[in-house]
């Protein structure tokens, strides 16, 4: 287990001593907690009007090691713009059995990427579609576009972002999601600024980063203990570079700066 990150720059508060009795981090700025843990079991921690946008484990016990493409080379197959890259052959959590959503739809707003592979267990609602590729390169490999559902309504809208395209040898997590596909999810729910949005399985953290560049709070958790560190990592580095539009993180700013 690694040990809750400290941020020297943060007062003492009840929430952080209620993290105590788990590993977790909350940003001195108030406005990230991050739980490693399994968020199913830890749900009473998520507020009721909290907005959950996420990408769960989908079921189909996604096999990582994408050097099987292309004869041992990873670097290639990832640099074909397939959405997928390194996973080094480590199973998602979970995924080897059928996602179940239900302990999330009581939600108002709900966003859940990898529908087309659970969805006789949701209602009617808005499709989501990340088209992950451009149209030259439409039935070339693996899938087109990945698909999420989201509550209420019953259209579809399509946003195409080829930016994981290029991040293929330096992606953090098998199934990471572009940054501004996530903030697009939360205009999609129409989650204001500055409201809570939670992702119950956070992997890398790419929708807490989205949370955190759009002025919104965040609320993450992640039960896999390597994933947990680098979405610390990668989210303490966001919030390090500051909000230069809403003047947040500035004491994130300072204790990143004082060498931790
Ligand atoms: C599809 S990945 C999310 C990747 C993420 N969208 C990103 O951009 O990095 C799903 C993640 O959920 C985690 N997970 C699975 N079951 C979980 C649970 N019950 N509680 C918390 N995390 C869980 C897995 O370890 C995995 O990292």
């Known amino acids: 287990?690694?040990?809750?990150?400290?941020?020297?720059?943060?007062?003492?508060?009840?929430?952080?001593?209620?993290?105590?009795?788990?590993?977790?981090?909350?940003s001195s700025c108030g406005r990230v907690t991050l739980y490693l843990g399994d968020s199913v079991e830890l749900r009473h921690l998520v507020p009721a009007d909290a907005a959950i946008i996420s990408?769960?484990?989908?079921?189909?016990?996604?096999?990582?090691d994408n050097s099987r493409f292309s004869g041992g080379n990873t670097a290639s197959v990832a640099r074909c713009g397939n959405g997928i890259g390194t996973g080094k052959g480590k199973g998602i959590i979970n995924d080897e059995k059928p996602f179940d959503p239900s302990p999330w739809?009581?939600?108002e707003k709900v966003v859940l990427f990898g529908s087309n592979h659970f969805g006789a267990r949701l209602p009617v609602g808005t499709k989501l579609i990340w088209i992950k590729r451009l149209d030259d390169a439409f039935g070339?490999?693996?899938?087109?576009?990945?698909?999420?559902?989201?509550?209420?309504?019953?259209?579809?809208?399509?946003?195409?972002?080829?930016?994981?395209?290029?991040?293929a040898l330096t992606r953090q997590h098998p199934c990471q999601k572009p940054v501004p596909l996530m903030?697009?999810?939360?205009?999609?729910?129409?989650?204001?600024?500055?409201?809570?949005?939670?992702?119950?399985?956070?992997?890398?953290?790419?929708?807490?980063?989205?949370?955190?560049r759009?002025?919104?709070?965040?609320?993450?958790?992640?039960?896999?203990?390597?994933?947990?560190?680098n979405a610390v990592q990668r989210i303490t580095n966001e919030l390090a570079q500051g909000d230069l539009f809403l003047g947040h993180n500035a004491a994130d700013q300072a204790t990143a700066s004082g060498g931790r």
């Not at 990408?55 to 990582?64: A, E, I, R, W």
């Open 1 to 26: 287990m690694n040990p809750a990150p400290q941020d020297s720059a943060c007062s003492p508060t009840a929430q952080r001593d209620s993290l105590a009795a788990m590993p977790g981090y909350a």
């Open 55 to 64: 990408d769960p484990p989908y079921g189909m016990k996604l096999d990582t």
């Open 105 to 107: 739809l009581a939600w």
């Open 140 to 167: 070339s490999f693996l899938s087109d576009a990945e698909e999420a559902w989201m509550k209420g309504g019953h259209g579809i809208y399509c946003k195409r972002d080829l930016t994981m395209n290029g991040e």
């Open 183 to 212: 903030a697009w999810c939360m205009d999609k729910a129409k989650v204001p600024a500055g409201a809570v949005v939670v992702d119950p399985y956070m992997g890398s953290g790419s929708t807490i980063i989205a949370a955190i």
């Open 214 to 229: 759009t002025g919104r709070k965040a609320i993450g958790f992640e039960q896999d203990p390597e994933h947990f560190a």
